[in-house]
């Protein structure tokens, strides 16, 4: 799903989640620093997730798979996330949400 890059804050949600029902969460850490939009180091495969259980309410961290994230853009040698990309993560599907980083930035590749 071609779009706009998305760093720390951005909203994602799970499905399914850890217990079945979608969990939601945000970006929490990018572990990239090379390459940024507006001052903010844009999320790449491997960036963290805080996410939350949506039965226990329990936090617990989740890392964004390679499956679905951009192919044609990457950053030391990870894909780029963007915003409508559904990446394969953990258990389940992640939908990444937005807000983007930089809207005026948007990669046209495929997941």
């Known amino acids: 799903m071609p779009g706009p890059p998305v760093s720390v804050g951005c909203a994602v949600v799970l499905s399914p989640g850890a217990a079945g029902a979608p969990d939601s969460g945000v970006i929490v850490s990018v572990l990239q620093t090379t390459a940024t939009a507006s001052g903010m180091p844009l999320a790449t495969a491997g960036s963290?997730?805080?996410?939350?259980?949506?039965?226990s309410g329990?936090?617990?961290?989740?890392?964004?798979?390679?499956?679905?994230?951009?192919?044609?853009?990457?950053?030391?040698?990870?894909?780029?996330?963007?915003?409508?990309?559904?990446?394969?993560?953990?258990?389940?599907?992640?939908?990444?949400?937005?807000?983007?980083?930089a809207p005026f930035v948007s990669d046209g590749n495929s997941p």
Request: glycine share 18%; hydrophobic share 40%; aromatic share 2%.
């Open 48 to 55: 963290i997730c805080q996410m939350v259980n949506s039965v």
């Open 58 to 101: 329990v936090p617990y961290p989740l890392p964004i798979g390679t499956l679905g994230a951009s192919t044609g853009v990457t950053v030391d040698g990870q894909g780029l996330v963007r915003v409508g990309d559904q990446i394969l993560s953990g258990p389940g599907m992640l939908m990444i949400l937005g807000p983007p980083a």
